[in-house]
C-alpha cells in the first residue's frame, strides 16, 4: 500500500502492519479506553501485567490513531509497568514524527496510559 497522504514512516508502518491488535480477556487483563475531543477517535487499551507482560490495542480512528495505539501496545509488552512513567504525548510524538495537525492523536494515547495508571492504582488498592 503506497503512502500517498505522507504520513511519516514510522506511523505508515504500524498502520499498514499494526502488531498488537485485538483485545485480551481474563482476570488479570486490565482495560481502558479514551477519545479525541478534536475528532470522533477512540483508543482502547488491553494489560496483562504478569510475569510476561501482554498488551492489545483497538482504535477507532486515521492512521495515526491506529500507529499511537500499536506503539503503545508495543511499549508496554516489551517494557511492563515501568513503560507508564514514559509514556506521555510528547514521547508519543516523538517517537512516531506526528505532525501538529495530528497532535490531539498523542494526547489520546496519553490519556489511554493515564487511564490505565490509574486503573492499576485502584486494584491494589
Request: charged share 25%; with cysteine.
Amino acid at each position: 500500500m503506497d503512502n500517498v497522504f505522507g504520513y511519516p514512516d514510522a506511523v505508515w508502518r504500524r498502520f499498514v502492519s499494526p502488531e498488537r491488535a485485538g483485545g485480551l480477556d481474563g482476570h488479570d487483563v486490565v482495560r481502558v479506553r479514551a477519545r479525541s475531543p478534536a475528532a470522533s477517535f477512540v483508543l482502547e487499551l488491553s494489560f496483562a501485567a504478569g510475569p510476561v507482560p501482554r498488551a492489545r490495542f483497538r482504535a477507532l480512528g486515521c492512521p495515526v490513531t491506529i500507529a499511537v495505539g500499536a506503539w503503545l501496545a508495543e511499549r508496554l509488552e516489551t517494557q511492563g509497568l515501568r513503560a507508564l512513567r514514559e509514556l506521555d504525548a510528547p514521547a508519543i510524538r516523538a517517537a512516531l514524527e506526528i505532525p501538529d495537525e495530528r497532535a490531539h492523536c498523542a494526547f489520546m494515547g496519553e490519556d489511554a496510559i493515564r487511564a490505565l495508571e490509574a486503573e492499576l492504582k485502584s486494584r491494589v488498592a
